[in-house]
C-alpha cells in the first residue's frame, strides 16, 4: 500500500483461500445460529403450508369413515387436489358410492320382500275367508233349509278354490321364470301364429261383448325368435287385460312391425279408458290393481302382467305400457 509514493503496507493472500478450519473457528458460532433459524423455519413453514392441509383433509376421512361405519352410507370425503391424499379420498368414495347402492338396493329387496308378503297373504286370504264363511254355514242343517242354497254356496266355494289354486299356480310360475328354473326352447316363431292363437282363445268373450280384433303384421316383422310357448302365455296375458278393459262395441289391435337394432315390436291396443298415469310405473309389479272395482273380482290373480314382464325379460326383450286412445302394450323382441 503506497501513500505519496511511499510503501506503508502490504496485503498478502493466500493462493488457496483461508482454511477452512480457521473460517469455521471465526464464523462457526454465527453459521450455526443462522442455520437453527432456517431450520425452525423452514419446518414451520412446511408445517402449516403441506402437513396442516393433509393433515386437515385426513381427519375428514376418518370422519366420513366413521360416519359410513355407522350407518350413513351418503357420507363423502373431501377429494379435491392431486395429491396422494385426494387419489385415497376419491378411492374411498368409491367404495362409498358402490356401499350405498347395494345397501340401497338390499332395502329395496326387503321392502319388495315384505310388501309380495303382505300381497300374496292378502290375496289367499280372500278366498280362504269366503271358503271359510260357506262351509261353516254349510255346516249348520237349520241355516241351509234347501237344495238349492247348498248347491249355490258349494258352487261358490268351488270357485273360490279354482281361485286360490290359480293364483298359487301364476305364483310358482312367475318364481321359476323370475329364477331361471324353466329353459326356453328357442326358435323362429311365426308372429300370425301367435295372434290366430289369441284370437281363437278369446273368441268366445270377444263376441260376447261384441268387440273387433284387428291383426296387422308389417313386412319384415313376420317372425320373432323365442320359446312359441312362452310368447303366446305373454300375448294371451295381454290380450285378456285387453278385453277385460275393452267396453261392449270396442275394438283390440294386435301389430308387429320392424324395431331399430333387428327387433321386432309386437303392440296390443284396446279402445278402453286407459291407464292412469299414477299407475303406469306399477302396472307390472305384483298384485297391482290399478282398477280397485276388480279387488273382490274372482276372475283373476293380479299376476298376468308380471308373468308377461318375467316371460319377455327371459327373452332379452322389453315391455312397455302407455296410452293412446286407450291401453297399450309394446313389446320388444329379437328378428
Known sequence: IAINGQVVGLVAAPFDGPPWLAALREHGAMLAVVGVVLLFAGTAAMAFFIFRPAQRRLQNL??????????????????????????????FNQMAADLDARVRELRESDRARRQLLADVSHELMTPLTAMRGYLETLG???????QADRDRYLQIVMDETLRLESIIGDLLELARLEGGGTALQL??????????????????ALREKDITLDTHIAPGAESVHGDGRRLEQALQNLVANAVRHTPRGGRITLSSESADGDRVRLTVRDTGPG???????????????????????????GLGLSIVKAIVERHGGTITASNSSGAVFEILLAR
Do not use: C, W
Not at 326358435?187 to 268366445?204: K, Q, S, T
Not at 291407464?275 to 290373480?301: C, M, N, T, V
Open 62 to 91: 376418518q370422519r366420513t369413515a366413521a360416519a359410513i361405519g355407522s350407518g350413513e352410507t351418503s357420507a363423502r370425503a373431501a377429494d379435491q387436489g392431486g395429491d396422494e391424499v385426494a387419489a385415497l379420498a376419491q378411492a
Open 140 to 146: 249348520m242343517p237349520q241355516a241351509v233349509r234347501n
Open 187 to 204: 326358435e323362429d316363431v311365426p308372429v300370425e301364429e301367435l295372434f290366430a292363437r289369441a284370437a281363437d282363445r278369446h273368441g268366445a
Open 275 to 301: 291407464i292412469a298415469p299414477e299407475h303406469l310405473p306399477l302396472i307390472f309389479d305384483r298384485f297391482y290393481k290399478a282398477d280397485a272395482s276388480r279387488e273382490h273380482q274372482a276372475a283373476g290373480s
